[in-house]
């Protein structure tokens, strides 16, 4: 089993900057593609970042290419996603998710992803 705690998030005006990390358990983190996700109110999750177990590949959504930059410190295993230039069109619930790696489903699908943390709020002001 795997534990996710998100951190990081809050309230910040248009044009800011936030960073989200993401605390896992356990002593693979390592072999883990770790992902982050989004939820607003009344819509769909939606993918947000993703980065290999090795670090090497990162993968955005479009609506935050640019901006948002996700990496991982496997020595703390921990990932995290720096959000620069935030719009409140950036405001959800931020999902970070582990993957285990054991199924060919993209990394930008919640199928790819095993473990999932209870969520942190970003809200972005006008």
């Known amino acids: 089993q795997v534990q996710l705690v998100e951190s990081g998030g809050g309230l910040v005006q248009a044009g800011g900057s936030l960073r989200l990390s993401c605390a896992a358990s356990?002593?693979?983190?390592?072999?883990?593609?770790m992902g982050w996700f989004r939820q607003a109110p009344g819509k769909e999750r939606e993918f947000v970042a993703g980065?290999?177990?090795?670090?090497?590949?990162?993968y955005y959504s479009d609506s935050v290419k640019g901006r948002f930059t996700i990496s991982r410190d496997n020595a703390k295993n921990t990932v995290y996603l720096q959000m620069n230039s935030l719009n409140p069109e950036d405001t959800a619930v931020y999902y970070c998710?582990?993957?285990?790696?054991?199924?060919?489903?993209?990394?930008?699908?919640?199928?790819?992803?095993?473990?999932r943390g209870q969520g942190t709020q970003v809200t972005i002001s006008s």
């Open positions: 998710a582990a993957s285990l790696r054991r199924t060919w489903s993209p990394i930008y699908s919640i199928s790819h992803y095993d473990y």
């Open positions: 356990g002593r693979t983190f390592g072999t883990y593609d």
């Open positions: 980065i290999t177990w090795t670090g090497s590949s990162t």
